[in-house]
Structures are given as C-alpha cells and as structure tokens.
C-alpha cells in the first residue's frame, strides 16, 4: 500500500492557511527563526520537572478516497507534553513579534498544529480528551501570553478525519499521477542507475555497458542517511519523481535540489533555515558522512545538484546496506566548515556565484628551495602546511612529485600537491640542490 508522510505543520497550513500570518521583524529570515528557536528552549527549559520537551510523534492512518486505498503518516514534534489537574496537556509554543495585546484567539493554523499533536497522543494513550496549551511569547520583550482548552477525544476525532479528508483529496490525486506517470516512462532508457548505501552513507552512481546494463560506477558521493529511529528507507527499483529547486521539509527547515525517491523520502542538500543559499544549518552539514537526516538523503549541493541535473525523473534508486563496503568508488571526504567562519552559512561547494568560497581553495605553505650534501637526508616535508578550502590542516595529505636522491649531487625539481575534500587543488614547486 502507497503511504504518503507530510509533517504536522505542513497538513495543517495545506489545508488551513489564509491570509498574511507573519509580521515583520525587521530581522533576516534566518535570524528570526534562530530567535524563534531560543526562545523555544528558553520556555521549556523553565518548565516544572515532568515537563517532556521536543517530543516525537506521527501516526498511520488508512485511507480509502476516489477508488484508491492509501496511508497517510503524519509525523512531527510536539514542543511540550505535561499533566496538570486535567491530565495531559499539550505545549504549542510560538515566539513572536506582533504585540501580544493585539492576539486575542490563537491563530487557528498554530491551534490546529497543537490538535494534531493532542490527537495523536491521546490515541497512544487512549485518553478520553486533552488539555491544548497555546504559548506566545512577545520575542522582543519576552512577555508571555497562554490560551488554555480542554477538547473531549470524539471531538478531537471527528476534527483531525475531516482534516485529512481534505488533505486525501490532493493525495489521491498525486498518487494517480504518479502511477500514471510511471506506466508512461516504464519503458523509457535512462542515463544513470543510483545505488544507496544507507549503512555507509554513500551513493554511488552507474552507468550503461555495452549490454545495456547499469554495471559502470560513474560517481560517488558523500551522503547523511536517517539517524536511529529516523531511519531512511531500504529496498530495490524506487523511481524519482518530484524535483524542487528549493522543498520545505517536515522540520520546516528548507533543502536545496530536491527530488523525490519514495513517499517523504527525498535526495535534498544538507538544511537550510529559509530558500536561500546563505543560510546553510553549518552543524548539519558537518555531519556529512554519518547518519544525521529525518529519513531524506542529504548530500552537499554540488553533489545533490549533479544528480538532479543528470537524473531525470524516472531514474531507479536501490537503496541497501553493506557497512563494510562503501562501494566500488569508496566513499568521499566531506569538508568541515569552521562555525565560527564568517562563510559558515554557505555550502563551499555551492556553484551560487556569490557564493564567498569561491575565492578560497586549498593552499600550501612553507615549500621553498632545499639544499643538502650527498649523503645527508632531510625531511622535504619539514615545516611545509596546507590547508583546505575552509581553512582546516590538511598538512597530512600533502604529496611530494620527482624522482630524486640524496646519493648523487644534482638539482632535483619537487612538486607539493595537495587535493582537499571538495577537489580544490594546490601545487607548489622547489628545487632540492644536493651538493658534494
């Protein structure tokens, strides 16, 4: 059965959003949501013991709509769970600029987030209703403004099947286009095959061989799979569909060159806070490698962008385990990102020409001339460094190029190389004068 996964905030602002929600903060985006975020954490972590934060919720519900039977996952995180004298209740919390004064009912997107979140953990726990708890915080004074309501279980029911009512009429129709879509391109050759190895978080890419067969390995590349208990999906003969120039995600953060693998699961660039290229999530994108995604499959944008530039949709995705073997290519080097660099919002691999890294690249220093006596050696590396594109010491991978020997006077011409984890290379060229 076709299961189709959205995000609690996403099903609720499909299906009820209206009019202008936001108010200017006079702040960049990026900025807003980070304060957004600390003013979450700051909330619950005042809380009363008991108090659950950030907690993970989702439920399958079977649906059958225009001839068509299907699940629908919803899933999301709840900012607050706790028990009062009514029971549980749940902590929708939202940091805000307009004036508390001027909030006299929640907003009815933000109440419904909380209805969902109520919903399902009062099936989890089969309780006879629940407490909503709506907490607006005034961001720039920290004032805090609550709504408080208690809503019977039938009712709560009655209100979350009407609302995936409506949400199952646009999935019924996806889901029609995508099996049309798919008996349409069925037969169709295309270009690549895409191998994931969620185990070792790589993907490797092949191509056609003279019989026709996906048996060439053409690129390889670094990638962060679902982390424990977000696990990516396994399985053979997945087809592409969707491709996005920019995707809200469940967590409402952004990925960059998205395309849909199966369901929820997409290939996307590491997260984004908002659809621009300088608002990269830095510590997610120096998990590259390791197990780190909602379930998606994350790659850098120059990678992610490969991949939907040569995959058209349509293109077959098996997607297997096998830790001890990365594939036939080996598993790139991801580059780390200082996150206290002034660039640390962008992806150095983004092609964006404004992007700021495009003026750096891996570097040597320290290489000059040497001279030495026959039969005396010296350590040509001594004191040579190299660094990579965003500044880490790379000084271990540097290489020495030329035939050379401390056993006969002459001059010897030595080259440095040094390649960093995104292909930026750096040669530098000394003489080495061995005399009698």
């Given at each position: 059965?076709?299961?189709?996964?959205?995000?609690?905030?996403?099903?609720?602002?499909?299906?009820?959003?209206?009019?202008?929600?936001t108010?200017?903060?006079?702040?960049?985006?990026?900025?807003?949501?980070?304060?957004?975020?600390?003013?979450?954490?700051?909330?619950?972590?005042?809380?009363?013991?008991g108090?659950?934060?950030?907690?993970?919720?989702?439920?399958?519900?079977?649906?059958?709509?225009?001839?068509?039977?299907?699940?629908?996952?919803?899933?999301?995180?709840?900012?607050?769970?706790?028990?009062?004298?009514?029971?549980?209740?749940?902590?929708?919390?939202?940091?805000?600029?307009?004036?508390?004064?001027?909030?006299?009912?929640?907003?009815?997107?933000?109440?419904?987030?909380?209805?969902?979140?109520?919903?399902?953990?009062?099936?989890?726990?089969?309780?006879?209703?629940?407490?909503?708890?709506?907490?607006?915080?005034?961001i720039?004074?920290?004032?805090?403004?609550?709504?408080?309501?208690?809503?019977?279980?039938?009712?709560?029911?009655?209100?979350?099947?009407?609302?995936?009512?409506?949400?199952?009429?646009?999935?019924?129709?996806?889901?029609?286009?995508?099996?049309?879509?798919?008996?349409?391109i069925?037969?169709?050759?295309?270009?690549?095959?895409?191998?994931?190895?969620?185990?070792?978080?790589?993907?490797?890419?092949?191509?056609?061989?003279?019989?026709?067969?996906?048996?060439?390995?053409?690129?390889?590349?670094?990638?962060?799979?679902?982390?424990?208990?977000?696990?990516?999906?396994?399985?053979?003969?997945?087809?592409?569909?969707?491709?996005?120039?920019?995707?809200?995600?469940?967590?409402?953060?952004?990925?960059h060159?998205?395309?849909?693998?199966?369901?929820?699961?997409?290939?996307?660039?590491?997260?984004?806070?908002?659809?621009?290229?300088?608002?990269?999530?830095?510590?997610?994108?120096?998990?590259?490698?390791?197990?780190?995604?909602?379930?998606?499959?994350?790659?850098?944008v120059?990678?992610?962008?490969?991949?939907?530039?040569?995959?058209?949709?349509?293109?077959?995705?098996?997607?297997?385990?096998n830790?001890?073997?990365?594939?036939?290519?080996?598993?790139?080097?991801?580059?780390?990102?200082?996150?206290?660099?002034?660039?640390?919002?962008?992806?150095?691999?983004?092609?964006?020409?404004?992007?700021?890294?495009?003026?750096?690249?891996?570097?040597?220093?320290?290489?000059?001339?040497?001279?030495?006596?026959?039969?005396?050696?010296?350590?040509?590396?001594?004191?040579?460094?190299?660094?990579?594109?965003?500044?880490?010491?790379?000084s271990?991978?540097?290489?020495?190029?030329?035939?050379?020997?401390?056993d006969?006077?002459?001059?010897?011409?030595?080259?440095?190389?040094?390649?960093?984890a995104?292909?930026?290379?750096?040669?530098?060229?000394?003489?080495?004068?061995?005399?009698?």
């Open positions: 059965m076709n299961t189709i996964k959205i995000s609690v905030r996403n099903l609720v602002e499909f299906i009820l959003r209206s009019g202008n929600l108010t200017s903060s006079g702040l960049k985006d990026p900025d807003a949501m980070q304060e957004g975020a600390r003013i979450h954490k700051k909330i619950q972590r005042k809380m009363k013991s108090y659950q934060a950030e907690v993970a919720l989702s439920i399958t519900v079977p649906i059958s709509y225009d001839d068509i039977n299907f699940e629908i996952c919803v899933e999301g995180r709840a900012d607050g769970i706790f028990t009062n004298e009514t029971g549980y209740n749940i902590d929708e919390i939202k940091g805000v600029y307009r004036e508390l004064a001027s909030i006299e009912n929640p907003i009815e997107v933000h109440r419904a987030q909380a209805l969902c979140y109520g919903y399902i953990w009062a099936c989890e726990h089969s309780l006879e209703g629940i407490g909503i708890q709506m907490t607006y915080c005034h720039p004074t920290e004032e805090i403004k609550r709504f408080n309501e208690y809503i019977d279980f039938k009712t709560l029911e009655k209100w979350f099947y009407e609302l995936l009512h409506e949400y199952a009429k646009w999935a019924s129709w996806e889901l029609k286009w995508h099996e049309k879509r798919n008996i349409s069925k037969n169709i050759e295309f270009p690549y095959y895409i191998m994931v190895n969620r185990a070792a978080n790589c993907v490797t890419v092949y191509g056609i061989d003279d019989d026709g067969k996906y048996s060439i390995p053409v690129k390889a590349f670094a990638a962060s799979c679902g982390r424990e208990g977000e696990e990516t999906i396994t399985g053979d003969g997945y087809t592409t569909t969707d491709k996005y120039v920019w995707r809200l995600m469940v967590d409402g953060t952004y990925g060159y998205a395309f849909r693998i199966d369901g929820g699961y997409l290939f996307h660039s590491v997260p984004y806070l908002t659809a621009s290229n300088d608002s990269l999530e830095t510590e997610e994108y120096n998990k590259l490698g390791s197990f780190a995604s909602l379930g998606c499959v994350r790659m850098c120059r990678d992610v962008y490969w991949l939907y530039d040569n995959c058209p949709a349509g293109t077959k995705v098996d997607i297997y385990d830790a001890s073997n990365p594939g036939p290519l080996g598993k790139p080097d991801s580059i780390k990102i200082p996150v206290d660099s002034k660039y640390a919002n962008w992806d150095p691999t983004d092609p964006d020409e404004n992007n700021p890294w495009k003026d750096y690249s891996a570097e040597i220093k320290g290489a000059k001339d040497i001279t030495t006596k026959v039969g005396e050696k010296v350590d040509l590396l001594k004191d040579v460094t190299a660094t990579d594109t965003c500044g880490n010491d790379i271990d991978d540097i290489i020495t190029v030329g035939k050379y020997t401390f006969k006077a002459g001059e010897y011409d030595i080259k440095y190389e040094v390649t960093d995104i292909g930026s290379k750096a040669v530098e060229k000394i003489v080495l004068k061995v005399t009698e």
